[in-house]
């Protein structure tokens, strides 16, 4: 399989990346900051330079054609509101016209779970980023791609356990990144996983069974 991988730099698309290649995938990874192809390279994956703000839906459409899936790990991780609006909001927007333009209908965005970080008190840039990622996710709703939106709970760095709780409707909890990647991994392998949002925590369920349950 070969996947167009955005936001492959950062921590759950390292970790993605170095599973997809771990297994024989091609991967091709869309980092923005130069100094992010070394680590996208140290996990096999084939680095390509691209910026969601400045690239057009063409030129991101070149990227991504000839690929069998894109997943969409990208964010603007607390830079400011401006760049919330414009990475993960029209980001995706672009994302999703582009993967229709290049041919490529299997499109997986990592979004947030509605009620991460509702246990402190929240600032204004905050409260824009869960507007922002909610409204993303219904625009790619809305598109006739085969679509997987995937809501983890609050990321943590510790090691996987390779066990999740996957569904449509789940309590809040927290899951380390590595499970997020691992699940990831698995329903790209599984294509009637799709037009569904799947809320993922931690949990005690294997993960491939995890994304079994969610298809039968």
């Known amino acids: 399989m070969k996947v167009f991988l955005i936001g492959a730099g950062g921590g759950v698309g390292r970790r993605l990346a170095a599973l997809l290649t771990a297994r024989g995938d091609h991967v091709t990874g869309m980092h923005r900051a130069p100094t992010q192809a070394d680590t996208v390279r140290s996990v096999d ?13 063409d030129g991101l459409a070149e990227k991504i054609r000839g690929h069998d ?41 990592v979004s947030v779970f509605p009620e991460a970080g509702r246990d402190r008190e929240t600032s204004e840039g905050f409260e824009h980023y869960m507007k922002v990622k909610k409204t993303a996710d219904v625009h790619l709703a809305g598109t006739e791609l085969d679509w997987l939106i995937v809501r983890p709970g609050t990321l943590r760095d510790e090691p996987g356990t390779g066990r999740v709780t996957a569904g449509l409707a789940i309590e809040y909890g927290a899951i380390p990144r590595d499970d997020v990647a691992a699940f990831l991994a698995a329903a790209l392998r599984e294509p009637a996983l799709n037009r569904v949002v799947v809320e993922l925590t931690a949990g005690e369920t294997p993960v491939a069974d995890a994304v079994a349950q969610l298809v039968t």
């Open 69 to 109: 899936a894109v997943v969409s790990s990208a964010g603007a991780h607390g830079t400011g509101m401006d760049k919330t609006s414009a990475i993960d909001g029209e980001g995706l927007v672009k994302t999703a016209a582009a993967a229709a333009r290049a041919g490529v209908s299997r499109l997986l965005l």
């Open 45 to 57: 994956a084939t680095p390509v330079l691209g910026d969601l703000i400045a690239d057009s839906v």
